[in-house]
């Protein structure tokens, strides 16, 4: 397990009916992107930013900064961690189990963070009763809590190694679609032929089976450059001519029969 999926996030107490579960929250994902930093083009030194005062220019550290919130033009009032941390209650604080659902009612658009729940010593019996009854119903649990600044939804969902948690978004946060597209009619011989395609391609889900790439080849071309050796432009793909439809999902079901992973 790595450092940083071992980093708690928070700790809080799942709460339904007179049912309170204690639970340490742990990130689930990490970033292992490549960052680049911002040089300066003539000499190759980094940018820095600074954080001044408009009024007098000085600069700020951490401990010289407040939050304010801007009630009228130039006009701020000023909101301390603690006055925050006050106006929550006990309730706002836990994670409070509002209802439960089906997993396929929700779509995956709503979803936004995940984390691993793991019981706090003496609420593991709760929490193993909960994971249990939810596996047992195929339900997810939906609740809310204060993260913050402001009310954060979540649903609570069941796996067999244990309890994952998810932030969602609220409704009014989650935008229409934004374009249609006019739907062609299928055929019955297409529609067969595509759902062959899709069943001779599936496979059981291994996460373990997918790398990322691209970041591979741009790791190796920041290696090569500091190798000095002179960078090769990749081949270009031949265009993909058109050809037609069943033509090309009978072709895609050969193909997939062949490279089809055995698992």
Do not use: W
């Amino acid at each position: 397990m790595s450092e940083v999926f071992a980093m708690i996030s928070r700790k809080s107490v799942i709460t339904f009916g007179m049912v309170a579960i204690p639970i340490a929250m742990y990130t689930a994902t990490q970033d292992n992107d490549i960052h680049f930093n911002q040089l300066h083009k003539e000499d190759g030194s980094r940018i820095r930013y600074k954080k001044t005062c408009a009024n007098c220019g000085k600069e700020l550290k951490a401990e010289d900064i407040v939050r304010g919130y801007e009630y009228d033009d130039g006009k701020y009032v000023v909101i301390t961690d603690e006055e925050i941390e006050r106006i929550k209650t006990e309730k706002e604080k836990s994670i409070q189990i509002l209802h439960f659902a089906q997993l396929n009612q929700i779509s995956p658009v709503y979803y936004d963070k995940t984390y691993q729940a793991v019981p706090e010593p003496g609420g593991e019996k709760a929490f193993e009763l909960l994971r249990s009854a939810l596996m047992a119903e195929q339900k997810i649990a939906i609740g809310k809590t204060v993260m913050g600044t402001r009310d954060t939804l979540m649903a609570i969902i069941p796996r067999e190694e244990g309890i994952i948690i998810s932030t969602m978004f609220f409704a009014d946060e989650v935008k229409e679609l934004q374009r249609q597209y006019p739907k062609p009619e299928v055929s019955e011989q297409e529609l067969k032929m595509a759902r062959l395609l899709i069943n001779s391609m599936d496979t059981p889900f291994n996460p373990a089976m997918y790398k990322d790439e691209y970041q591979e080849k741009l790791r190796n071309l920041i290696e090569s450059k500091i190798a000095g050796k002179e960078i090769v432009a990749a081949k270009p793909e031949s265009p993909g001519r058109v050809i037609d439809l069943m033509e090309a999902l009978k072709a895609s079901v050969e193909k997939a029969k062949k490279e089809k992973v055995v698992v």
